[in-house]
């Protein structure tokens, strides 16, 4: 059973930065692709960043790109998502999951859709102030 704990989520102002963790255990991390999810109140949970299990497969969501970067240690297990210049709009639950498919590892998929993630953490709250 695989196992996601996130980390590093807190209060912020906008246009500063955080940088959230997500250690797991229980399977072999090196062969799932992981992602980071998010959910704001009222919406639905949404990518923000997924990563390839070589992490040469990249995929950001357009809100996201060029603020966010995505990024793993295969050595630690742990997945990390490094974001800068937070906005208000980037308030919300994140949640980091593990797509534990045989696919992903055969051909380096960083999947987009929360229906292909198996295992999610608890998640972590983001809050960023104007």
């Known amino acids: 059973q695989v196992q996601l704990v996130e980390s590093g989520g807190g209060l912020v102002q906008a246009g500063g930065s955080l940088r959230l963790s997500c250690a797991a255990s229980g399977g072999p991390f090196s062969r799932y692709a992981m992602g980071w999810f998010r959910q704001a109140p009222g919406k639905e949970r949404a990518l923000v960043a997924a990563?390839?299990?070589?992490?040469?497969?990249?995929n950001y969501s357009d809100s996201v790109k060029g603020r966010f970067t995505i990024s793993r240690d295969n050595v630690k297990n742990t997945v990390y998502l490094q974001m800068n210049s937070l906005k208000p709009e980037d308030t919300a639950v994140y949640y980091c999951?593990?797509?534990?498919?045989?696919?992903?590892?055969?051909?380096?998929?960083?999947?987009?859709?929360?229906?292909?993630?198996?295992?999610w953490g608890q998640g972590t709250q983001v809050t960023v102030s104007s």
């Open positions: 990563i390839s299990w070589r992490g040469s497969n990249i």
């Open positions: 999951a593990a797509d534990t498919n045989d696919a992903v590892w055969r051909f380096n998929v960083a999947a987009t859709r929360t229906s292909e993630y198996d295992y």
